[in-house]
C-alpha cells in the first residue's frame, strides 16, 4: 500500500513519516520511506527552483512536480507495492493539487496528474500557518502567512471532497510529536487491519 504525508510546510510529515517508516519496520512490516520531490534528476531540478537557486515559471513548475511524480511512481512505488511493500511517501499528489492548484486550475493540475496511483491512505497534519511560520524559521523555506493560509484552505476544501474523503484522516499537528505520532500510528495500524487502541486527535473526512 501507499501511505502519503500531507500538510504545509512546518506541519512535522518529514519527522511523522520517518517515525512511521521505522515502527512499521520494528513491528515486522516491509516498509521504505520516501519523499517527493525526489532525489532523481527531475527532482533535483524541482529542488533547485524551490530553494531560488534556479527561477522557473510555475506552470513549469507544476509540469515538473507531475513528471517527478510519474518517475517515482514507475521507478519506486509501482515495484514496491507489487513486492508487498509500504511506501511511505513525504508529500505525494494532494501538495501538487492544494500549492500549484491554489494558483492554477485544478483540472489541469489533475490531468497533469492522471497516472499517478491514488495512495491508500492519507495522513493530513493540520496546523494554524502562524506556527508552521514559526517552525520554519530560519530553514530556508520563505512562504508569507497569508500564502501558507491559501494553500491550508485549498488542502481541507479537497480532502472534503471525494476521492480525497474515503482516505484521508486529519491529525492535529499542534500537539507534542509523541502525540502526533501515537495518532498517526493508531491510524495506520487501524487501516493495516491491526488491533489499536481507541483513536484519539483526528478526524476521518
Same mark, same amino acid.
Given at each position: $500500500? ?30 521504505? &520511506?520516501? $519523499? ?14 524551490l530553494e531560488g537557486r ?53 483540472? &489541469?493540475? +489533475?490531468?497533469?496528474?492522471? &497516472? ?25 523555506? +520563505? ?16 480532502i472534503e471532497e471525494r ?5 484521508? +484522516? ?36
Amino acid at each position: $500500500m501507499l501511505i502519503a504525508f500531507e500538510g504545509i510546510d512546518g506541519s512535522g510529515k518529514t519527522t511523522q513519516s520517518k517515525k512511521l517508516h521505522e515502527k512499521l519496520e520494528s513491528l515486522g512490516f516491509r516498509s521504505r &520511506w520516501t $519523499m517527493e520531490p525526489t532525489s532523481g534528476p527531475i527532482g533535483r531540478v524541482i529542488k533547485e527552483a524551490l530553494e531560488g537557486r534556479k527561477k522557473l515559471d510555475i506552470r513549469t513548475l507544476a509540469l515538473l512536480f507531475a513528471a517527478d511524480r510519474l518517475e517515482h511512481n514507475i521507478n519506486e512505488i509501482r515495484p514496491l507495492t507489487e513486492e508487498g511493500v509500504i511506501v511511505i511517501s513525504d508529500r505525494y499528489l494532494l501538495s501538487s493539487l492544494a500549492y500549484q492548484g491554489s494558483e492554477l486550475p485544478l483540472e &489541469w493540475i +489533475y490531468s497533469l496528474n492522471q &497516472w499517478a496511483r491514488m495512495p491508500n491512505l492519507v495522513i493530513y497534519l493540520d496546523l494554524d500557518p502562524k506556527e508552521a511560520l514559526k517552525r520554519i524559521r530560519g530553514k530556508g523555506i +520563505y512562504h508569507s502567512l497569508e500564502r501558507l493560509e491559501k494553500i491550508r484552505r485549498m488542502y481541507l476544501e479537497l480532502i472534503e471532497e471525494r476521492p480525497w474523503r474515503d482516505c484521508t +484522516y486529519i491529525v492535529d499537528a499542534s500537539s507534542e510529536e509523541d502525540e502526533v505520532f501515537s495518532s498517526v500510528l493508531n491510524i495506520t495500524l487501524s487501516v493495516l487491519g491491526g488491533e489499536v487502541n481507541e483513536v484519539l486527535s483526528y478526524r476521518k473526512c
